[in-house]
């Protein structure tokens, strides 16, 4: 099955300097990726997704990259806001028929400071 | 994409006894699936629920202490069976919504204490 690593555990960085979280997944195969924020006491939001046949994708302030040569993409979250603290965690997929539940990284608790 | 209601929210239980969550969905899902997140830990999927048929559980899970039930396309139901200490976790329904997406929504979480 698939199995995904996910750094660093924590991150800590002063208001409007940027945020990178990174990911690796093992299955070649695995063809989507998204990302979840998960805020104290609330269930994972989707807040961005990619897809493997795209190395790039952005949407205002976040970016999520994809390097399937070396099985890794990352989250990219530029003037970082106060609000944007949270738990984030990354996922993976394969294709086709059977499990077709996501895969989570261990998650990144994200703190940013006013 | 799907909105999905969950409960309870929160419940604290005591030992040896059993919890059911109910997880609602607007519309008619493609698949629906529930997760365990114990404290300040990652998302670890117990089972697929199945419409119509038997849930298929992960590694580590079994169906007598987390029997599941799908009646329909937009309801199911994950019960946690003869607590411990040990299952005090959240609980998450997840949904797929048809029509090709990979759009995986997420419900709000049922948080358990088991005492």
């Known amino acids: 099955g698939e199995n995904v690593e996910q750094h660093p555990s924590t991150l800590s960085v002063q208001e409007g300097d940027s945020a990178v979280i990174k990911c690796t997944y093992s299955?070649?195969?695995?063809?989507?990726f998204p990302w979840y924020k998960q805020e104290l006491g609330k269930g994972p939001q989707l807040i961005i997704d990619?897809?493997?046949?795209?190395g790039e994708k952005k949407d205002q302030r976040i970016a999520v990259t994809l390097n399937k040569t070396a099985k890794h993409f990352s989250l990219h979250i530029t003037e970082t806001q106060p609000e944007d603290s949270a738990v984030y965690f990354c996922?993976?997929?394969?294709?086709?028929?059977?499990?077709?539940?996501?895969?989570f990284g261990s998650g990144t608790r994200l703190q940013v400071q006013p | 994409s799907a909105v999905i209601s969950q409960k309870p929210s929160r419940d604290i239980c005591q030992r040896g006894t059993s919890l059911t969550i109910q997880c609602q969905v607007d519309?008619?899902?493609?698949?629906m699936f529930w997760y365990r997140q114990q404290p300040g830990q990652s998302l670890t999927l117990i089972a697929t629920?199945?419409?119509?048929?038997?849930?298929?559980?992960e590694s580590g899970f079994v169906i007598d202490k987390f029997p599941i039930s799908r009646p329909n396309l937009t309801f199911s139901t994950l019960t946690v069976s003869n607590m411990s200490p040990e299952d005090s976790s959240i609980y998450l329904c997840?949904?797929?919504?048809?029509?090709?997406?990979?759009?995986?929504?997420f419900g709000s979480g049922t948080r358990l204490t088991v005492v």
């Open positions: 519309s008619q899902v493609t698949m």
């Open positions: 990619i897809r493997s046949n795209v």
């Open positions: 997840s949904v797929l919504v048809s029509g090709g997406s990979y759009g995986y929504t």
């Open positions: 996922a993976a997929i394969l294709p086709g028929g059977g499990r077709r539940a996501l895969t």
């Open positions: 629920a199945n419409q119509g048929s038997e849930a298929t559980y």
């Open positions: 299955d070649s195969a695995s063809n989507y």
